[in-house]
């Protein structure tokens, strides 16, 4: 009874004349993305002469970029479907820019299926207007009969029966015309699926990428639990032992007799106690430094105040960057103004912290006598590049012998993201 209701609703569901107006769409978009279809089709040609390369690289951004955010909205709006935007052609000069889109696939696909759009959807509203047009034109022909004995505009009808074999010809298109379009609007979604959003490949980087950013948030949090954990409960408890150490070793230095070398004793033991609490505070810091819960900016500005040569610092974060990003930025500036001071022979040092398009930028600069290389002894640069490569950033070394040495790291404002 389900499936009876569910036929006879159809034409009128809300579900088919979302999907009948999502190819009307389809069709007036299609008209400029079927031009372009042509024009990269004519590019394609003109590239074998090499003239056509930069005009088939121009056709193809726009399909990659253009077409398939216009071709997205009432995908997302009428039909529910939604794919990811591309993202952005990589590269950091012409040359590059243009040999990434020519080789880029998510590029090649939106530009066929700008070839396909118009015919499709050209197809699917003449089918389903035609059928529906026949349908409500045919279902009035017994009506027509009874007022003048005659069939609707168009139609010769030369009896009742006639006039109600029209009827149950125009129910019938009537009851076709939604599956026929959904038929379509399916072959549509597919190729939409298909040939716009990302291939199988794509989606799982994408997923692998989401899932190592959430593992680098979640670390980043245990790490801070777990320093708070040591900075709240046991370094309180050693501060408080070696307090009660030192009581008790006043108090029995007081007393004559044996009891001077269990002073010894206490006054070692509460020298270890100092020794440890000074290791926990060295390994609480390198867990989560407290400077980073003022700020990025104020935990660079921290170091530098404590770096042992003059330290220009040039900050400019438009917003604060997660937890992971500002811990792999503060302990790498640590290590950069460190190798300044300890093995580059530096008189001066510049950190330059900035953001924009999604990345965040550290570049350290100091004038010392350079050679420095990832592996070189005492650098620790090696760990740094590592880190940076963990958070889908780079570690730029510029360290030529005689100096100066520019260290320059990237890294996304949101990994994964």
Known sequence: MDTVLTVLRAPVSRRTWR???YAGAGVLLGIPAFVL???GLVASVLSLLTIGLPGLAGVLWAARSGATRAFRRPARALVGLDWSAPPPVAGSGP????????GDGRAWRALGYCFVKLPLSGLTVYASAGLLGVGCAAVT??????L???GPPGYHVDSWWGSVEFFLTGALALLVFPWLLRFLVFLDRFLAAALLGPSRSEQRVARLESGRATLTADAAGVLRRLERDLHDGTQARLVSLGVTLSRVEQRVRRVDGDTAE???LLGAARGTVEDALSELRDIVRGIHPPALDAGLPTAVATLASRSGLPVEVDVALAARPGDAVAAAVYFTAAELLSNAARHAGASRVRLRLSDGEDVIRLVVTDDGHGGAAPGSGGTGLAGLARRAEALDGTLDIDSPHGGPTTVALTLPARPGA
């Open 19 to 21: 999907e009948l107006g």
């Open 37 to 39: 279809a042509v024009l």
């Open 95 to 102: 040359l590059r820019r243009l040999r990434a889109v020519l």
């Open 141 to 146: 022909a017994p009506a027509f009969w009874l």
């Open 148 to 150: 003048s004995h005659s």
């Open 262 to 264: 269990i002073g010894d």
